[in-house]
């Protein structure tokens, strides 16, 4: 296990560029408004939106990571359409593996002990086993490595969000994702608002003019702490952080990652950019374990006199919220839970959209689930030879959250170019269970960065 210093320490930013995000200078709505007609779902890049994917031949897939969010995408998968089977796990604990076997056994999913892998390396006894499609849902940390083991070995992949934890990986998952492509490997992610019905109608909207030229944005996830372990006694301190990842810098990359990424996701799909820069701060007040800040507040430059606010909290008792604003020239967009609408600037509703009705079919409701969107659009994609692959969109905006948090992190000005051309990298190299020096180096903004 290598110093601890060097796993958790901030890398110093290579200046010279050799990738630029940037789509172009004008957003989505501009672009799109100016050809003079509404263009098509399938003009827009939108996935279908299907009660559940076609028959076809029998599909397989293989859960790495069989946590809660590995198993319910699991139970996605295999409630995507017909003929699907989930046949084979892989997880660090047994008893997760246990825990995973009971619930699928409840309805009426087998899945063989001899296609159940523990251990650091039980990805690749997995991969060597026949299935089609692999589910990435450990720890974000691991998700590069894993998807690339997954594209070398020839499965299609389904990959939680976010797709790493820095540039290093992130690199190494837009090389994956070009690998991917040239194989026909169907690629589909985790940020779940691009395969949310009320997220679609609205980005339609937007992408069709509805509200002019896009000027501003607002991006914001607040909410109480989420969920830690207490340690127990006989857990070695990489059992605990393991355990305990979503708050561990290296494991999950900061909420700003873990959780904001899908606001920030859904700003980078409806301006149809990426950002030059950012600029921000943050802190740590109210944690009790882990290493990571308690809030971020960070405004990403879009170019052109565009810019997002960007903020997200883990702090209890107090105000709480989650959702995007997007504002044009013609009116402003707003997407929380449940409630999609565009308006005047007056205040008036220009358009919202229209949620089913409580008394409608559950299981029309059920498959409107992003969810389960997400894996019927897999599974469609590739019994209907209909190639998809998210995992560059994903990676980007992925990038865009690191690009936030390490602004906050130093006080500096990250751009772009120096974030994709960073040899930041989280974590140790060597995994094995036992002692680590956890003795983390809190981020202190305007202070020298140990390397």
């Known amino acids: 296990m290598e110093n601890n210093k060097n796993c958790y320490g901030r890398r110093k930013f290579l200046e010279t560029a050799v990738f630029s995000g940037a789509v172009g200078a004008l957003g989505v709505g501009a672009i799109i408004s100016s050809c003079g007609r509404k263009k098509s779902n399938e003009e827009l890049g939108l996935p279908p939106m299907l009660d559940h994917a076609p028959d076809g031949r029998k599909l397989k897939a293989g859960l790495i990571g069989t946590g809660h969010r590995g198993t319910g995408a699991a ?74 083991a997954a594209i070398r070995n020839k499965k299609h992949v389904f990959m939680e969000k976010p797709v790493a934890v820095d540039p290093v990986g992130i690199r190494s998952i837009l090389s994956t994702a070009k690998r991917a492509e040239s194989l026909g490997l169907c690629v589909i992610t985790g940020t779940q608002r691009r395969h949310q019905q009320d997220y679609i109608e609205t980005y339609k909207q937007i992408a069709n003019g509805a509200i002019g030229e896009i000027v501003a944005a607002k991006a914001y996830w607040n909410q109480s702490h989420v969920w830690l372990r207490t340690r127990e006694k006989d857990w070695s301190d990489m059992e605990y952080m393991l355990r305990n990842w979503n708050n561990f810098i290296w494991l999950s990359g900061d909420h700003i990652l873990e959780t904001h990424v899908h606001n920030i996701d859904v700003i980078n799909w409806f301006t149809g950019k990426y950002p030059s820069s950012a600029i921000g701060y943050g802190g740590r007040h109210r944690r009790v374990t882990g290493d990571q800040y308690d809030f971020f507040s960070i405004d990403f430059d879009y170019g052109n006199g565009l810019s997002s606010h960007s903020m997200c909290r883990q702090i209890d008792s107090c105000a709480d919220g989650v959702g995007e604003v997007v504002v044009g020239t013609k009116g402003y967009s707003i997407c929380t839970h449940n409630a999609n609408k565009i308006y005047n600037f007056n205040g008036s509703v220009m358009w919202e959209y229209e949620y089913p009705k409580s008394d409608d079919d559950p299981l029309k409701q059920e498959a409107n689930s992003a969810y389960i969107q997400e894996h019927i659009h897999l599974v469609t994609a590739i019994r209907a030879n209909q190639y998809v692959n998210e995992a560059e969109q994903t990676a980007l905006s992925t990038l865009t959250a690191i690009m936030g948090r390490e602004a906050a992190y130093t006080g500096k000005r990250i751009t772009w170019d120096e974030i994709m051309n960073s040899d930041q990298r989280l974590g140790p190299t060597e995994y094995k269970m036992g002692p680590v020096n956890m003795e983390f180096e809190f981020p202190v903004p305007g202070t020298p960065i140990n390397v």
């Open 75 to 148: 139970f996605n998968f295999f409630g995507a359409g017909p003929n699907l089977e989930v046949t084979a796990l892989a997880d660090v604990f047994q008893e997760r593996i246990n825990t995973c076997r009971e619930r699928c056994k409840k309805f009426g999913i087998e899945i063989p002990e001899e296609n159940c892998f523990v251990g650091f390396d039980s990805y690749k006894k997995l991969l060597e086993t026949d299935v089609d499609v692999v589910i990435l849902a450990t720890p974000p940390h691991f998700r590069p490595e894993h998807f690339k």
